[in-house]
């Protein structure tokens, strides 16, 4: 080291010992919090982002609902369409009600198929003990497809008995479900997006921030430049036509657009602060489409 | 157990304090975070392997808790009112405290780097320790740590004219 920074070096370390040290009764108040268990390791719990999620979910879901139909809530739990044990057969078979029915418990019926196939199936997941019970319950396939059953069972039974109105909403909340649990299967076998020059995995903030980048991407660790691979540019378009397409039929359904499209709105964010983390690859040099 | 506490505390209390707070900028919360290592290091003591010296992986700790605090909101609001209220000739509480004590030219000028800039700046200098193990410390390339402490060395040169800085030496006795 030159004599300049030796000097750099010997001036910086008299100022930092100087001015910054501990005192002895510091020293001794720092050691009896220390042993007397007095200090309380602050947990650093950020509330704000999930708390202002929730409130904008649900009040524009509470907005939606109070903008659609008749009543002041839009939805109405008793209807002449309700389920009655006096029709007779040709005429339910040619009753709205019966088919909404139908399509709904079909679709209930995937969702709880799909949901356990991906608790099942994820491989990030498995280390995780909530999911680890969850799959030694479901361990052989007659125990798996027992609860599976019930779970079907319950719930589309319960779909019988309840209004039209009633039924066209969970259709579009199960047809949601649905498209969640099935970009989840998409991402089962895959882990975080990582850089590939340092290999750091990128926090949920970190890919949220550089998906917005306009421009040339640097890594937030190792600060070299990254690029979006070209895979990743062609897949994330695929992601979309699914939820494009399923919310499109129910829109030909004659279900309200609005409940339509917050189901949309709500996919797309899944898809933008969770699946995202997984689809975004990165590579050191910028790849052509084409 | 208390003897053991209180000898890590003289060892490396002025130490780890110091790392703290050319980080945070701030003794009080300098303070706040050795209580916070310290603590740690009293609760998880089985967890320390031994695979580096103890020194290192106190410096390990306080850098990762440094990092926390400077992520979190409360220092995200305390730098906002800082920029907001502190005009011009005002000065902060921050270097008020600092102008209280001896003059501190160099800590001060240290401090208007960048969090990156400065803390290979402060491994380097004051922990005199090598780019490879900075490397290893901040989980980073070696040659992010050179150019890091070259770009940190060319804005110094700017602001302390008095100290000639030659090319950086790697502590291998090779120059870059």
Redesign the interface.
Known sequence: ??E??K???K???N????????NTE??SE??E???SHK?K??K?S?L?YPLVFSIFVFGIAFFLLVTIQDNTLGISSSSNTSFSIEYNFKELLVSERFYWTLGAILIEGTSVFLLFAVIKKTLRWQSNTFISKINSLLATWPRNFVIQSIIFILIGGGIAFISLNIIKILVVFFVMLLNCLLLLWFVRKLNRSACP??G?SFTRKDVFKMTWAPYRLTCI????NIYLSADSRKNSVLFIWVPLISHYLLALSGIPIQIIVFSFIVVGLFFNFYIVNFTNRFSNEDEPLW | ??RQ??EI??LY??YL??IA?TYVKD?RI??EI???V???Y??KQKDYRGDASLKTYLTRITINRCY?YLR??KSKRETLLETIFVHGNTKSIESKY?EK??K????RT?LTLKVKLREVILLY??A?HTTKEIADLL???ES?IKSRLQKARSVLKEK?DH????VL?DGSGETI
């Open positions: 080291m030159m300049a920074e000097q750099f070096k001036e910086w370390k100022e930092l010992e100087s001015n910054i040290y501990l510091m020293k720092l050691v919090k220390v042993v200090f390791e602050k650093q950020n704000v020059h340092c750091k660790r190792c600060e070299e | 157990m208390q506490i209180k505390i003289d209390g002025d304090l110091r707070y003794n300098a303070e050795l209580q916070d310290i603590f740690t009293y609760r926390d979190s909101w600092i004590e001896e501190m030219e160099i800590t240290v200098y004051y005199e989980e980073l390339p992010t302390l100290i000639e800085w030659e030496n």
